[in-house]
């Protein structure tokens, strides 16, 4: 069974579009990430929402809009896509009484 | 700024030896740290954890080591896999319930 799930996998368009990456749990968790890892591997936070509620925002540019419908799902909608948006994203979920995120797969973006 | 970084960026040992993974960490509120191992063209999975009232804790042939007063934090793998053979983070919450920061992550490349 899969606990964290992102669609699609792999994501390539040209720059200037608009694309959403969607994400789903079924861990009954309340907080849901999205991240994103550069080609250094580096992973930095973007966005978290509690219960359908942004509670993180990081220096992230406002082409990027977080929606989450319900507490299990948590998309991304990137307007206007430029070259340096190519990376992987990933999803994460916290459950309430715990401290351990759980990651999805990843979706890798390139931007052409 | 608070940051998390790693000593070694890479790691080459043989199948069958032991393997350490450091890590230094700045945030003094940091109350919660994680262990997490990517394998290529996945999402970084939970390996261990430790609260900042342990200094040790261990799992199935890992164990990670807590050291406050010098903030820093260790995986030690025994008896190392091919299968171990992953980019490895390590994270702090930086006293937050919510936020994780992740550190630049090591390569650890397992010879058979």
């Known amino acids: 069974d899969t606990a964290v799930s992102q669609t699609p996998k792999y994501l390539v368009t040209q720059m200037g579009n608009d694309k959403s990456i969607k994400c789903e749990q079924n861990l009954g968790h309340d907080t849901m990430y999205w991240y994103k890892q550069d080609s250094k591997k580096f992973l930095k936070i973007m966005f978290s929402y509690n219960n359908k509620e942004l509670i993180i925002n990081e220096t992230v540019p406002n082409r990027f809009s977080p929606k989450s419908p319900d507490k299990a799902h948590l998309n991304l909608h990137i307007n206007s896509l430029e070259l340096g948006d190519s990376a992987v994203y990933f999803c994460?979920?916290?459950?309430?009484?715990?401290?351990?995120?759980?990651f999805g797969p990843g979706t890798r973006l390139t931007v052409l | 700024g608070e940051s998390v970084g790693l000593h070694l960026p890479t790691l080459s040992v043989q199948e069958g030896d032991n393997s350490i993974i450091n890590c230094a960490y700045s945030?003094?509120?940091?109350?919660?740290f994680i262990w997490y191992k990517q394998e290529s063209g996945k999402g970084p999975q939970f390996i261990i954890d430790?609260?900042?009232?342990?200094d040790k804790r261990q799992g199935q042939r890992v164990t990670v080591l807590l050291n406050k007063t010098v903030k820093h934090l260790s995986l030690q793998i025994a008896a190392t896999q091919p299968g171990d053979s992953a980019v490895y983070f390590c994270?702090?919450?930086?006293?937050?319930?919510?936020?994780?920061?992740f550190g630049k992550g090591t390569l650890l490349t397992v010879n058979p």
């Open positions: 430790i609260r900042s009232n342990m």
């Open positions: 945030n003094s509120a940091s109350d919660y």
């Open positions: 994460a979920s916290i459950g309430q009484n715990t401290d351990t995120q759980y």
């Open positions: 994270a702090e919450n930086g006293g937050s319930n919510y936020k994780l920061t």
